[in-house]
């Protein structure tokens, strides 16, 4: 939820800078539940006899991470808007936020392995996640072309770039 509303709401200019007090408040409770699965994770791993499912482990502890140093950076090493390494900044951010939806999102297939619930779940968790992200990308695309249609009717200023 933390990446659909940096990604979407803030196309909204209304809803400056609401959206970006719920993205943080939205990435700070996912950062706070992940521990907690992380850690519940690593228990159950241990207390395991035999059966070992690393790639899952592996993939979470790497998630566990790259979390921890996304959300370290994001508080501490943020720099200001108009900074001049600001672009380099938001790129890791953006990079590495991403990259952390994608292996959450594989890892949960993942889980699903290990549990091998009835394929209905399976289905509605793709169902879930890919139409929420075409909704969301269509109304984004939506206002984005009105905008550039917007800007480019409106008349000049009578200057001809002479």
């Given at each position: 939820?933390?990446?659909?509303?940096?990604?979407?709401?803030?196309?909204?200019?209304?809803?400056?800078?609401?959206?970006?007090?719920?993205?943080?408040?939205?990435?700070?409770?996912?950062?706070?539940?992940?521990?907690?699965?992380?850690?519940?994770?690593?228990?159950?791993?241990?207390?395991?006899?035999?059966?070992?499912?690393?790639?899952?482990?592996?993939?979470?502890?790497?998630?566990?991470?790259?979390?921890?140093?996304?959300?370290?950076?994001?508080?501490?090493?943020?720099?200001?808007?108009?900074h001049k390494y600001r672009?380099?900044?938001?790129?890791?951010?953006?990079?590495?936020?991403?990259?952390?939806?994608?292996?959450?999102?594989?890892?949960?297939?993942?889980?699903?392995?290990?549990?091998d619930p009835e394929k209905k779940w399976r289905?509605?968790?793709?169902?879930?996640?890919?139409?929420?992200?075409?909704?969301?990308?269509?109304?984004?695309?939506?206002?984005?072309?009105?905008?550039?249609?917007?800007?480019?009717?409106?008349?000049?200023?009578?200057?001809?770039?002479?």
């Amino acid at each position: 939820m933390g990446v659909a509303i940096a990604r979407y709401m803030r196309m909204f200019q209304s809803l400056d800078p609401a959206w970006f007090y719920l993205h943080i408040a939205c990435q700070l409770l996912a950062y706070i539940i992940g521990v907690a699965g992380w850690a519940t994770g690593m228990k159950l791993g241990s207390q395991s006899q035999g059966v070992r499912h690393t790639s899952h482990r592996n993939i979470g502890i790497v998630l566990f991470s790259f979390a921890t140093l996304q959300i370290l950076c994001a508080l501490f090493l943020r720099p200001k808007k108009d900074h001049k390494y600001r672009v380099y900044w938001n790129f890791c951010h953006h990079g590495v936020g991403y990259m952390i939806a994608v292996l959450g999102i594989f890892n949960v297939f993942k889980g699903l392995d290990i549990l091998d619930p009835e394929k209905k779940w399976r289905v509605a968790y793709i169902a879930v996640l890919v139409g929420i992200v075409l909704l969301l990308e269509a109304i984004t695309w939506v206002i984005v072309l009105k905008r550039k249609y917007n800007n480019s009717t409106k008349p000049s200023d009578g200057d001809n770039g002479v």
